[in-house]
T-cell receptor
Framework: RKEVEQDPGPFNVPEGATVAFNCTYS??????FFWYRQDCRKEPKLLMS???SGNEDGRFTAQLNRASQYISLLIRDSKLSDSATYLC?????????FGRGTSLIVHP | EAGVTQFPSHSVIEKGQTVTLRCDPI?????LYWYRRVMGKEIKFLLH????????ESGMPNNRFLAERTGGTYSTLKVQPAELEDSGVYFC??????????FGPGTRLTVL
């Protein structure tokens, strides 16, 4: 079983839609959790950290469920510019483990 | 403030040749990391420097890969001799402490 698993998608949604991605992790000792965004042929960029209490940044909401070992990312009111690959990252110390990413395509 | 930079952006070499990738971290970042993404797979950790010291090199695939960070500033990753399976995108990242990592644009390596 992979340490970090994501549905690769693609998720194809219209502008304005709400879309959610889940990511599961296998190591219960994992300490930190993040969502990165990667545009085609570009480097990953930190989108947001994920806290136990859940956190929100504008249209983006991240949740962590330690008991079930998954994290989620909710994007509301999708924009065309949200089209990208979203990488789930789980950290046991300082070495992050990346998921393979979930592809999101937002169409007009 | 300048971000993490990597050079070259692309490299195409033949099997058996040597390639050296360079990473310049954000100024003041003691932590420097190398990652690799092989096509279709997830990004994988290669190694971690704290200043000039290798903190963790458990992700280095084999002894054809040599990373250095002399003086604790920029880092190089040399592949010698390159094999076909080394093709991929090599990312470098840096962080001030062991927290948020900022990624460079990557070097796309193609071994023919």
């Amino acid at each position: 079983r992979k340490e970090v698993e994501q549905d690769p998608g693609p998720f194809n949604v219209p502008e304005g839609a709400t879309v959610a991605f889940n990511c599961t992790y296998s190591n219960s000792a994992s300490q930190s959790f993040f969502w990165y965004r990667q545009d085609c042929r570009k480097e990953p960029k930190l989108l947001m950290s994920v806290y136990s209490s859940g956190n929100e940044d504008g249209r983006f909401t991240a949740q962590l469920n330690r008991a079930s070992q998954y994290i989620s990312l909710l994007i509301r009111d999708s924009k065309l510019s949200d089209s990208a690959t979203y990488l789930c990252v789980v950290d046991r110390g300082y070495i992050p483990t990346f998921g393979r990413g979930t592809s999101l395509i937002v169409h007009p | 403030e300048a971000g993490v930079t990597q050079f070259p952006s692309h490299s195409v070499i033949e099997k058996g040749q040597t390639v050296t990738l360079r990473c310049d971290p954000i100024s003041g970042h003691d932590n420097l990391y190398w990652y690799r993404r092989v096509m279709g797979k997830e990004i994988k950790f290669l190694l971690h420097f704290v200043k000039e010291s290798k903190q963790d090199e458990s992700g280095m695939p084999n002894n054809r890969f040599l990373a250095e960070r002399t003086g604790g500033t920029y880092s190089t990753l040399k592949v010698q001799p390159a094999e076909l399976e080394d093709s991929g995108v090599y990312f470098c990242a840096s962080s001030f402490r062991e927290d948020t990592q900022y990624f460079g644009p990557g070097t796309r390596l193609t071994v023919l």
